[in-house]
């Protein structure tokens, strides 16, 4: 008996409906939900931007915050005459952890890329428009500049800062 009843209560429980996380795609977010997306992600961005100060702190080698909210080694990038949309650019780039390990064994390549139609990380897109040919850069990448809140599927998580190594070619 107990049996049955305990499988009665399951059956009943498997009948309510759940809501959703997230409402589903096209859906309305409330503004209570704006909000707390909001809010995580202004202390999402505090938390990073520390850390990646601390870590910059610790090297030898000089790094100049970019109005993007990025960090360079380029000393004078954002006095440079930037590139405009439309110009073609090549480059290519690795990425790395904090722990300056490579994510992937192939950098990523890009030949005669226009500006401006990028499907590229927000930071490398700004970046190639300030570099020259042959110049390389170490760029430190935010999470909300990277891969985000899902990450890449592949070796990279969600929320996770990025070091970019950059070469236009």
Not at 7 to 12: F, G, P, T, Y
Not at 111 to 138: C, H, N, S
């Amino acid at each position: 008996m107990k049996k049955v009843v305990f499988i009665s209560l399951l059956s009943l429980l498997s009948c309510v409906k759940n809501s959703p996380a997230h409402p589903p795609v096209g859906g309305v977010l409330s503004q209570e939900d704006l909000n707390v997306s909001k809010n995580r992600a202004k202390n999402l961005n505090l938390l990073e931007r520390k850390q990646i100060q601390d870590w910059i702190n610790q090297q030898d080698k000089k790094f100049y915050s970019t109005g993007l909210n990025y960090w360079t080694d380029i000393s004078d990038s954002e006095s440079r005459t930037k590139k405009k949309d439309g110009e073609l650019v090549s480059y290519e780039y690795d990425l790395y952890d904090f722990n300056q390990e490579k994510l992937y064994e192939k950098p990523n390549q890009n030949i005669d890329a226009p500006l401006g139609k990028f499907e590229e990380l927000k930071a490398v897109e700004d970046a190639v428009r300030y570099m020259k040919k042959g110049e390389q850069a170490t760029l430190l990448v935010p999470s909300v500049l990277a891969f985000g809140t899902y990450g890449d599927d592949e070796k990279i998580p969600n929320d996770m800062p990025l070091i970019i190594k950059i070469k236009i070619l």
